[in-house]
Nanobody
Protein backbone atom coordinates (compact mmCIF):
# COMPACT_ATOMS: atom_id res chain seq x y z
CA UNK A 1 0.00 0.00 0.00
CA UNK A 2 1.38 3.40 -0.97
CA UNK A 3 -0.14 6.61 0.35
CA UNK A 4 0.18 10.01 -1.27
CA UNK A 5 -0.96 13.01 0.74
CA UNK A 6 -1.54 16.45 -0.69
CA UNK A 7 -3.30 19.72 -0.05
CA UNK A 8 -1.16 21.32 2.62
CA UNK A 9 -0.22 24.96 2.52
CA UNK A 10 -0.14 28.24 4.38
CA UNK A 11 -3.26 30.05 5.48
CA UNK A 12 -4.22 32.73 7.93
CA UNK A 13 -6.09 31.94 11.09
CA UNK A 14 -9.74 31.34 10.37
CA UNK A 15 -8.99 29.97 6.94
CA UNK A 16 -9.64 26.57 5.45
CA UNK A 17 -7.70 23.80 3.76
CA UNK A 18 -8.59 20.35 2.50
CA UNK A 19 -6.09 17.54 2.61
CA UNK A 20 -6.33 14.45 0.42
CA UNK A 21 -4.70 11.07 0.74
CA UNK A 22 -4.82 8.49 -2.02
CA UNK A 23 -3.96 4.85 -1.45
CA UNK A 24 -2.52 2.97 -4.39
CA UNK A 25 -1.33 -0.52 -5.04
CA UNK A 26 -3.14 -3.80 -5.29
CA UNK A 27 -4.00 -6.87 -3.31
CA UNK A 28 -5.23 -5.16 -0.21
CA UNK A 29 -8.39 -3.94 1.43
CA UNK A 30 -8.42 -0.86 3.60
CA UNK A 31 -10.20 -1.09 6.94
CA UNK A 32 -9.65 2.46 8.11
CA UNK A 33 -7.70 5.58 7.31
CA UNK A 34 -6.52 8.16 9.78
CA UNK A 35 -4.94 11.57 9.82
CA UNK A 36 -2.17 12.31 12.29
CA UNK A 37 -0.17 15.45 12.82
CA UNK A 38 3.09 16.38 14.43
CA UNK A 39 4.06 19.88 15.39
CA UNK A 40 7.69 20.83 16.08
CA UNK A 41 8.73 19.65 19.51
CA UNK A 42 5.47 17.81 20.09
CA UNK A 43 4.37 14.22 19.93
CA UNK A 44 2.43 12.91 17.01
CA UNK A 45 -1.30 12.97 17.64
CA UNK A 46 -4.31 11.40 16.00
CA UNK A 47 -6.45 14.09 14.41
CA UNK A 48 -9.29 12.17 12.78
CA UNK A 49 -10.11 8.81 11.35
CA UNK A 50 -12.70 7.03 9.29
CA UNK A 51 -13.51 3.38 8.89
CA UNK A 52 -14.53 1.64 5.70
CA UNK A 53 -18.07 1.66 7.01
CA UNK A 54 -18.00 5.40 7.48
CA UNK A 55 -17.60 5.69 11.25
CA UNK A 56 -15.52 8.70 12.21
CA UNK A 57 -13.61 9.88 15.23
CA UNK A 58 -11.91 13.17 16.04
CA UNK A 59 -9.49 14.63 18.50
CA UNK A 60 -11.24 16.97 20.90
CA UNK A 61 -9.10 19.83 19.66
CA UNK A 62 -10.56 19.65 16.13
CA UNK A 63 -14.15 18.62 16.74
CA UNK A 64 -16.54 20.96 15.02
CA UNK A 65 -13.79 22.37 12.80
CA UNK A 66 -12.43 19.38 10.88
CA UNK A 67 -14.36 16.85 8.85
CA UNK A 68 -12.96 13.55 7.65
CA UNK A 69 -14.55 11.79 4.72
CA UNK A 70 -13.66 9.03 2.34
CA UNK A 71 -14.35 7.64 -1.09
CA UNK A 72 -13.99 3.87 -1.01
CA UNK A 73 -14.17 3.64 -4.79
CA UNK A 74 -11.10 5.86 -5.08
CA UNK A 75 -9.29 4.66 -1.94
CA UNK A 76 -9.11 8.30 -0.96
CA UNK A 77 -9.62 10.05 2.36
CA UNK A 78 -10.10 13.77 2.83
CA UNK A 79 -9.65 16.08 5.77
CA UNK A 80 -11.57 19.32 5.49
CA UNK A 81 -10.15 21.82 7.93
CA UNK A 82 -11.90 25.06 8.72
CA UNK A 83 -11.56 27.78 11.33
CA UNK A 84 -7.88 26.97 11.38
CA UNK A 85 -5.81 28.14 14.33
CA UNK A 86 -2.07 28.70 14.64
CA UNK A 87 -1.93 25.66 16.91
CA UNK A 88 -3.07 23.52 13.98
CA UNK A 89 0.31 24.15 12.38
CA UNK A 90 1.98 20.79 11.87
CA UNK A 91 2.98 18.18 9.36
CA UNK A 92 -0.08 16.09 8.64
CA UNK A 93 0.28 12.40 7.83
CA UNK A 94 -2.25 9.92 6.56
CA UNK A 95 -2.23 6.34 7.74
CA UNK A 96 -3.98 3.28 6.39
CA UNK A 97 -4.96 0.21 8.33
CA UNK A 98 -5.27 -2.48 5.67
CA UNK A 99 -5.17 -6.22 5.17
CA UNK A 100 -3.65 -8.28 2.41
CA UNK A 101 -6.25 -10.09 0.35
CA UNK A 102 -4.15 -13.19 -0.27
CA UNK A 103 -2.55 -13.74 3.12
CA UNK A 104 -4.78 -11.66 5.43
CA UNK A 105 -1.63 -9.98 6.69
CA UNK A 106 -2.15 -6.72 8.52
CA UNK A 107 -0.69 -3.74 6.68
CA UNK A 108 0.11 -0.38 8.20
CA UNK A 109 1.02 2.29 5.69
CA UNK A 110 2.01 5.94 6.06
CA UNK A 111 2.02 8.82 3.64
CA UNK A 112 4.90 11.24 3.30
CA UNK A 113 3.32 14.11 5.22
CA UNK A 114 2.08 17.48 4.11
CA UNK A 115 2.84 20.75 5.87
CA UNK A 116 0.03 22.93 7.17
CA UNK A 117 1.01 26.37 8.45
CA UNK A 118 -1.52 28.70 10.03
CA UNK A 119 -0.44 32.25 10.73
CA UNK A 120 -2.09 34.57 13.21
Amino acid sequence: VQLQASGGGSVQAGGSLTLSCVASGSGFSINAMDWYRQAPGKQQELVAGITRGGSTNYADSVKGRFTVSGDNTKNTVYLQMSSLKPEDTAVYYCNADAVGLRDAKALDAWGQGTQVTVSS
